[in-house]
């Protein structure tokens, strides 16, 4: 699950991380009050106000309405409002968003922390996350910060820093103070992003989570080291035991349909294609995908209505996928296993019964227990939906109905 900065920099600021204080505002007029307030608790009289949406790449992003970038600058008190209202409402476009883009909702206004000092801002980028390959944590660094980390993985690898925490002991201490070396910082900078990196990896373990990126993380001219930007992702998984962090879901972010199959239990991620396509089992959802681009379609979604699946769940994902105007055809692909076929097949009439006004063709491939009586029963329905034993015929039947 994705939390927006402003949520994100609220977690980390609890485990004791500095970060780059700011006031979530979702009017022009809050962007206002937000900054008079600001400017009395940090004394900044420079105003930073980000676009506040799940993805990346804001500050290079463009509003549509406005030609306004995701994330500009206010130098003084007065030009908050105007440069709030240029974002918010409006549907931000970034390299992460694709052509449609985001709306925004709500804006941070946040202090300037690039004041001149005895020395040169530096900025450096962080995360940590899961290495599944070797079943460790790994803490990422490298001293190109505020770039995309796969452009400098591309073009200078030798500047990603890797360290691998194990999970049964911890991150240890000399383990902090080598990254920080390597980042090469010294004196009071050094100390200050090992005690930086204990509090960011005590949050990540704390909080479940699957992936922190905080890029940049800068060094302030006075050799503070705080968070300028945090992407967090929480394990979903384990929000059951987070319920606090489990109310931080913006519903707006997502997708209407796989918020709504959600609430019905069904795993649904929406695709471009013209093939609706419902299986219980993901690896089989997998392969069906496959099979309907072979046919010459393309998967308009990828849905999972569980091994449990029964004449509410199939409505429920029917009615999902036929939400998507770009569907010609259903493909129903269920293996008879935990349940069975005829039991899918019952529930597949009494579906499409209770529905109104289907006009595109749905096939249904059945197979395992009782695959050839549930074939009989959608073949007797009267309905418009055709049975397939094998892959092949199910192929050659979503090939004739685009």
């Known amino acids: 699950m994705n939390i927006h900065e402003y949520q994100a920099k609220d977690v980390l600021k609890g485990y004791g991380v500095r970060i780059q204080e700011g006031i979530v505002a979702s009017t022009p007029e809050e962007a206002h009050e937000a900054a008079v307030k600001l400017n009395a608790q940090t004394g900044t009289s420079w105003f930073v106000i980000k676009a506040q949406i799940h993805a990346g790449g804001r500050g290079k992003g463009e509003v549509k309405e406005t030609g306004s970038r995701g994330v500009v600058l206010a130098k003084k ?12 409402g409006g549907t931000l476009v970034t390299i992460q968003t694709g052509a449609e883009g985001k709306k925004v909702n709500k804006v941070l206004i946040a202090e300037d922390v690039y004041y001149p000092g005895a020395s040169e801002p530096k900025e450096y980028y962080m995360s940590i996350l899961l290495d599944r390959a070797t079943g460790s944590n790994v803490i990422m660094a490298s001293t190109e910060g505020g770039m995309d980390i796969e452009e400098v993985a591309e073009h200078h690898p030798e500047k990603i820093i890797k360290e691998w925490i194990d999970p049964k002991v911890g991150l240890q201490g000399f383990q902090a103070r080598k990254v920080a070396f390597k980042l090469g910082l010294s004196g009071t900078a050094h100390k200050e992003m090992v005690k930086f990196i204990g509090s960011l990896y005590a949050a990540y373990v704390g909080t479940d989570s699957s992936q922190f990126e905080i890029n940049p993380v800068l060094k302030t001219s006075d050799d503070k080291i705080l968070a300028v930007d945090a992407k967090v992702n929480l394990d979903d998984n384990s929000l059951y035991r987070q319920p606090i962090l489990a109310e931080l879901r913006d519903l707006a972010e997502e997708d209407p349909l796989e918020v709504e199959a959600g609430e019905s239990g069904l795993n649904y991620v929406k695709l471009d294609g013209n093939v609706g396509c419902m299986v219980n089992g993901a690896g089989l959802a997998m392969a069906t995908m496959d ?90 329905s009267g309905l418009k939906v055709f049975s397939a034993i094998t892959l092949k015929e199910a192929a050659e039947r979503v090939k004739a109905a685009l």
């Open 77 to 88: 008190l007065d030009d908050v409002k105007e440069k709030a209202a240029a974002i918010l």
């Open 291 to 380: 099979m309907i681009k072979l046919s010459g379609g393309e998967p308009a979604n990828f849905l999972d209505v569980g091994g449990g699946a029964n004449a509410t769940t199939v409505e429920a994902g029917f009615r999902i996928i036929l939400k998507d105007p770009n569907v010609k055809a259903i493909l129903i692909n269920v293996f008879g296993g935990i349940v069975r076929c005829d039991r899918i097949a019952n529930g597949v009439v009494e579906a499409y019964k209770s529905i109104s006004n289907i006009r595109i063709p749905i096939i249904v491939r059945l197979q395992g227990t009782n695959a050839a009586e549930g074939a009989k029963i959608i073949d007797d």
